[in-house]
């Protein structure tokens, strides 16, 4: 990147964020500080990544372990929205490695992506990411409305059901609405909206059509990922639902 590019760079988020904080204060939305601090966040971040990915790619003996990194801090930060039914981490781990494993998996097995670091990485990172926004949306769902419907919970146990048995519908709710934003999102791309990695990919240069077999890759992996980690984390939840989920963690 040429200083030029660095100066309009700078220049254009300095006032993207302006823009964002000068209509978002005429709205009185109170927002003006989160937005500073939500764009400062993303430079750093972004840049830290940057970086990173730089040395990952450079060294493709390090691709697991900037994966199984990225696989924790998703787990974790799932975990974190789930702290009602106890220690969940161990579950969200395996929902989002479940998710985002399998969808890789698929796409590496039929060649449709080659086998080197430059894109595996990027491209499982992204389920990963898919995988834990299902996994948080699933998990948050289930405990909310066990929380909600106890009373019918406790009525199957008192019937003689299990954990399982008892939250199944529950459970099935849960994963079934938290995959509707990416099937709204399969269901309608190139008609709302250009998503990312379709941009991306012409920005840099790809032809249209290399750039469309990028992004179907992305969203009917995704749609599998998030499938597959709303599925597993509900199921390993249930198994824990024998009280009343604490909203306060």
């Known amino acids: ?86 220690r969940t981490w161990p579950a969200t781990a395996a929902a989002i490695g479940a998710g985002a494993g399998s969808a890789a998996a698929v796409v590496l097995a039929c060649r449709a992506l080659e086998w080197e670091a430059r894109q595996v990485v990027p491209f499982t990172a992204q389920l990963v990411g898919g995988a834990m926004t299902a996994t948080t949306l699933a998990g948050r769902r289930l405990l909310d409305d066990a929380r909600q419907q106890w009373d019918v919970v406790e009525g199957w146990y008192a019937l003689g059901a299990g954990p399982r048995q008892a939250t199944a519908e529950l459970a099935r709710t849960a994963a079934a609405r938290s995959v509707v934003p990416a099937l709204d999102q399969t269901r309608n791309v190139g008609l709302v909206v250009l998503p990312g990695a379709f941009v991306g990919l012409l920005l840099a240069g790809a032809s249209p059509l290399e750039a469309a077999r990028v992004q179907l890759l992305v969203l009917v992996g995704l749609l599998a990922a998030e499938t597959v980690a709303a599925v597993v984390v509900t199921r390993l939840l249930a198994r824990r639902l024998v009280v009343r989920p604490d909203p306060a963690g």
């Open 1 to 86: 990147m040429s200083g030029g590019q660095v100066a309009s760079l700078a220049l254009a988020l300095v006032l993207l964020g302006a823009l964002a904080v000068g209509v978002g204060r005429a709205g009185r939305l109170g927002q003006e500080r989160a937005v500073v601090v939500a764009v400062a966040r993303a430079v750093v971040q972004v840049l830290a990544v940057g970086v990173v990915l730089g040395v990952v790619l450079a060294t493709p003996v390090l691709a697991p372990v900037y994966l199984l990194v990225g696989l924790g801090v998703a787990a974790a930060t799932s975990a974190r929205r789930l702290a009602g039914a106890g």
